[in-house]
């Protein structure tokens, strides 16, 4: 695996494969009811382990971001420049990602974005969920 392809293992893998067939899972812990990303086998809020993935919306706001113009990690070298972001998913939790698709001139705090995924850089099938602007 290279730097940029994320590690599936069997905790991680329903995100994984959800992502290569287009959809993003978020965990739902039933003991509290509150949602959280990144994935956790247990709730940062409650401690509980009774926790499940969920489907997200997909819709998200951008929170912030900054364009990357040097990285010499592959294969973002050859990405450059792209937009490290973070996004407030429309279910409430975070999620640092990257912004696609959209000119730096464009983006604002609060835009509305929609995740879309792109190919893993690993060759291994890795779908790797990434934010857009509003399609409309």
Same mark, same amino acid.
């Given at each position: +695996? ?6 599936? @293992? ?17 965990? %739902?812990?039933?003991?509290? $009811?509150?949602? %959280? %990303? ?7 809020y409650c401690w509980s382990? $009774? ?11 951008l929170y912030t971001w900054? #364009?990357? %113009? ?6 973002? &070298? ?8 973070? #996004? @407030?998913?429309?279910? &409430?939790?975070? +999620? +640092? ?13 609060? +835009? ?7 190919? &893993? $850089?690993?060759? @291994? ?8 602007? @509003?399609?409309?």
């Amino acid at each position: +695996m290279t730097a940029a392809t994320p590690e599936v @293992d069997a905790f991680t893998r329903p995100y994984w494969d959800a992502a290569a067939e287009g959809r993003l899972l978020i965990r %739902h812990c039933t003991a509290c $009811d509150r949602v %959280h %990303h990144y994935p956790r086998e247990f709730c940062p809020y409650c401690w509980s382990e $009774d926790v499940t993935w969920r489907p997200a919306s997909g819709r998200a706001t951008l929170y912030t971001w900054s #364009v990357v %113009h040097r990285n010499d990690l592959p294969p973002f &070298g050859e990405r450059v420049p792209y937009v490290a972001a973070v #996004v @407030d998913l429309a279910e &409430g939790p975070r +999620m +640092m990602t990257e912004v696609a698709g959209c000119p730096e001139a464009e983006l604002r705090i609060g +835009m509305e974005l929609y995740v879309a995924f792109r190919a &893993g $850089d690993g060759g @291994d099938g890795v779908s790797v969920p990434v934010f857009r602007p @509003d399609p409309r």
